[in-house]
């Protein structure tokens, strides 16, 4: 018994103690960006999903399934094979493509405060009925923009990525990956 005690004592005083200056590791959400090693991170966070769906609104469209909220459509390219964030300027950018379909791919800006100032979907026109011949060929990307963003900055960058996501796919031999056909920018929140 008086070995057990002595033991638990010995074990308690060589224990590694947390100095005050150490502090646990901060989550990853809309008010901790930085802590965020990768979009699935951000996306997985209760914050960010409410932050989405008040930013762009209960618009409607049909950029992977017919008449599909704007808001799920998003989370779905955002919820696949993530990319880790990086900085374009004072922004963090968030990046990820859809399960099993990422050809299909989502971004997201935000302010260092956590503020979304543009998400964007890459995606083709097979969603729509009747499906247009070829429709896999080619690709658009939708940008949803906060009116107060640098259109200029985030609108540049997200074509830049979208291009170079596009001209990175991986396709069957003797097919050239889908190019992107254009860009449309849409203003955040508004409704169809």
Known sequence: ??????????????????????????????????????????????GFGQALGRFLGERQAAYL???GSVRDQARAVLGGPPDAPIIVENLYRFTACRLHSCPEKGAVFLTSSGE????????????TA?????CAETMRLAVYLDPDADRTLIVGDLSHWAEDAL??????????PPTL???DVLTAGSSN
């Open 1 to 46: 018994m008086i070995w057990k005690v002595l033991g638990l004592l010995l074990a308690f005083s060589t224990a590694p103690q947390q100095s005050p200056e150490q502090t646990p590791p901060t989550s990853c959400g809309l008010s901790s960006l930085s802590a965020c090693r990768t979009t699935n991170n951000l996306v997985w966070d209760t």
């Open 65 to 67: 399934w017919e008449r």
């Open 116 to 127: 979304i100032m543009a998400v964007a979907i890459l995606h083709s026109t097979c969603a």
């Open 130 to 134: 009747p499906r247009p011949a070829h």
């Open 167 to 176: 001209a990175r796919l991986h396709t069957f031999a003797g097919l050239a």
């Open 181 to 183: 056909e254009g860009v």
